[in-house]
């Protein structure tokens, strides 16, 4: 699986913005997906996941009411809608995919098998 992941860029606090992740070369609903970001300076995080089929997800409790995963199997694609963004949400910003396995989905990145280039997105004060 190819992952590309794109969507990034500068915003103010308050603001929104959607990254997008794109598979290619596999079926893709059958992967758990998630993203991960990794400031700089710090080990690289889990943010959300979403089961192959959409049905579950699960966030870390920093992005929790503020993020929503999604992804739309019929296009591949995978999506995060990042709204209120604050400064201490600046990294890159990962997608990944992992082979389903009986897990609806994973939040350690041992568990993931394929991984995009990053995106980074920066918010100011």
């Known amino acids: 699986v190819q992952l590309q992941a794109s969507g990034g860029g500068l915003v103010r606090a308050g603001a929104s913005l959607r990254l997008s992740c794109v598979a290619s070369?596999?079926?893709?609903?059958?992967?758990?997906m998630g993203w991960f970001r990794q400031a700089p300076g710090k080990e690289r995080e889990f943010v959300a996941t979403i089961s192959p089929s959409g049905g579950s997800t699960y966030y870390v409790d920093s992005v929790k009411g503020r993020f929503t995963i999604s992804r739309d199997n019929a296009k591949s694609t995978m999506y995060l809608q990042m709204n209120s963004l604050k400064p201490e949400d600046t990294a890159v910003y990962y997608c990944?995919?992992?082979?389903?396995?009986?897990?609806?989905?994973?939040?350690?990145?041992?568990?993931?098998?394929?991984w995009g280039q990053g995106t980074q997105v920066t918010v100011s004060s």
């Open positions: 990944a995919a992992g082979l389903y396995s009986g897990s609806i989905y994973y939040t350690r990145m041992a568990e993931y098998d394929y």
């Open positions: 070369g596999r079926t893709f609903s059958r992967y758990v």
